[in-house]
């Protein structure tokens, strides 16, 4: 029964995910984003993790899709751009970019995954542990412990994404020239 369960709600989880994609409807977007979340969610649920979760539905679900809906609702955002073609040496050079990155992360999952079968080493966060200590206090030793250069490489990565906003959000403008931006 759990076993059917979690490929349900995989595959829930995959077609939100390719909606968010594939929508040209931005508000259709956001909502396909808000299912994937909340599948996300369910899977924390799932994984005993309940902290994160609750966190996953707040923050996420709660604070940053509402936020996108409200900024697209607001801000009367085009509904899509009009694309051509799909098929440009710039989406090659990007899918063959992500295939690449996809591979370093499977292979960096796989390797992990085959140490801990090998040394029987599934790590501190035990449910006894997560008795003793509580989930905030586990989860927090061990992103500034163990996990230190994800957390410091994620927050490049909310940086770059953040310039990139910027730098996105002003290209209009400069096209358009100092006089019409007056």
């Known amino acids: 029964m759990g076993l059917i369960f979690f490929f349900i709600l995989a595959a829930m989880a995959v077609v939100a995910a390719f909606g968010v994609i594939f929508n040209k409807n931005v508000v259709h977007s956001a909502l396909s984003l808000l299912v994937n979340f909340c599948a996300l ?44 073609t799909w098929l440009t040496v710039r989406n090659a050079f990007l899918a063959a970019l992500g295939l690449v990155l996809l591979t370093i992360i499977g292979t960096a999952v796989f390797e992990n995954n085959h140490v801990f079968q090998t040394a029987g080493k599934t790590g501190d966060l035990t449910t006894a542990a997560v008795q003793q200590y509580g989930q905030t206090q586990m989860i927090s030793r ?41």
């Open 41 to 84: 969610a369910v899977f924390y649920f799932m994984l005993n993790a309940q902290f994160l979760a609750i966190v996953q539905i707040l923050v996420y679900a709660g604070a940053i899709v509402v936020l996108f809906l409200f900024v697209v609702m607001l801000l009367g955002a085009e509904l899509g751009e009009k694309v051509s």
């Open 142 to 182: 061990a992103l500034f412990t163990d996990y230190l250069l994800a957390f410091e490489l994620a927050s490049v990565l909310l940086l770059v994404g953040i310039v990139g906003v910027v730098w996105l959000a002003r290209q209009p403008q400069e096209r358009a020239g100092p006089e019409e931006n007056q």
